[in-house]
């Protein structure tokens, strides 16, 4: 009696009110885990310097934040956090690269062969599919975000590259990190300086001068430091460019 009853109240109440409107979760605002990462990045980089050695010991957490990213789907970004999954992927892929050699190998470009350089190996597991560095590079993060700071956040495993900073890149503070990525390394004395009116910079700025509109100069003196800027604006109009040798000797210890 007690269960027609139920079954009655349940009925009425369905009919009055109409269907239970069941919410499911918006997979819409996606993220991705940088949590492992995180940990590995403060334990082993210290102003730029990375502890290959110690990433060695952990190697298996960074392939367990490899395969984290293996299994996210990008498409579901945010613009930011996808700017910020692709930037952590090619420098958690180029540590993957590095410790494949680690620790015999004092440079990356000795990963390569005379065919084929480091950053045409498809070892980077992304989107389902087994893509290189290079493809991440100039495949996706230069075309696709446009933004000639990425140049200061991707980091090539060499001493002359832009330091790899001890946190990773996030969708929510990524215009902030990316800011200080690039406002560090062009501010940075051991990496450029102006002497006179010769600005002495990285030949990252001849390599790449059509992501900076062919002014490096204009990307100085928007970006540099209170000091190099001030310098900057003395000289302005008569500054010339001149290129530093590249040193592509391992970033570790």
Known sequence: MKIKRFIFVIVTLFLLCGPLNIVTPDVSGSTVDHVIYATLLEKYVKQGQVDYRGFK????????????????????LSPNDQFAFYINAY?????????SGYPGVK?????????????????????????TL???EHGILRPRFKDPRVHFAINCAALSCPP???????????DRQLDNSAQNFISN??????????????????????????DSIGFFLKNAKKELKKELEA?????RIKYLRYDWSLNGK
């Open 91 to 99: 420098n958690a892929w180029t540590i993957k690269l590095i410790l």
């Open 189 to 214: 004395p051991q990496r450029n300086y102006l002497k006179g009116n010769t600005l002495y910079v990285s030949k990252i700025f001849k390599w790449f001068a059509r992501d900076f509109n062919n």
């Open 164 to 174: 790899l900073i001890s946190e990773p890149y996030q969708g929510s503070t990524l």
């Open 134 to 136: 290079d493809d991440i």
């Open 107 to 131: 440079s990356i470009k000795a990963l390569g062969s005379i065919l084929k350089s480091p950053w045409k190996k498809k070892i980077c597991r992304i989107d389902g599919d087994a893509i």
């Open 235 to 239: 000289q302005r109009g008569r500054i």
């Open 57 to 76: 010991t952990d190697e298996a957490k960074l392939d367990q934040y490899l395969k984290v990213l293996e299994k996210t789907d990008s498409d579901k």
